[in-house]
Nanobody, 123 residues
Framework: QRQLVESGGGTVQPGGSLRLGCAAS????????VGWFRQVRGGEREGVAC????????YYKESVKGRFTISRDGAKNTVYLQMNSLKPEDTAVYYC????????????????WGQGTQVNVSS
């Protein structure tokens, strides 16, 4: 069974950091793109960052550039999202999604999803 499992959410103060992990099981992430998305209650799921697993090309939402870093670990079949300088507006449920080949903006193009992990940024 192919699945993604997120980890690393929690509550931090503004300016703090968190690292999210997305581990794949049942399939290898080679030749896949893995994206991090977030969704607030009542809102649409939006892309935050994406990485092409094979060559490491990365893409970021404008508002997180310079603060978030997406990376991958082939040995662990895992993608990470390092989030620094967190702001209250980063509060959301974060999901990872995977698709074949390249990163694309459309959420609907991603075939595999994790269960989500809550990130709260609050003082």
């Amino acid at each position: 069974q192919r699945q993604l499992v997120e980890s690393g959410g929690g509550t931090v103060q503004p300016g703090g950091s968190l690292r999210l992990g997305c581990a794949a099981s049942g399939f290898g992430l080679d030749h896949h793109a893995v994206g991090w998305f977030r969704q607030v209650r009542g809102g649409e799921r939006e892309g935050v960052a994406c990485i092409t697993f094979t060559n490491g090309l990365t893409y970021y939402k404008e508002s997180v550039k310079g603060r978030f870093t997406i990376s991958r670990d082939g040995a662990k079949n895992t993608v990470y999202l390092q989030m620094n300088s967190l702001k209250p507006e980063d509060t959301a449920v974060y999901y990872c999604g995977a698709k074949i080949d390249l990163c694309v903006p459309s959420v609907r193009s991603y075939n595999y999803w994790g269960q989500g992990t809550q990130v709260n940024v609050s003082s």
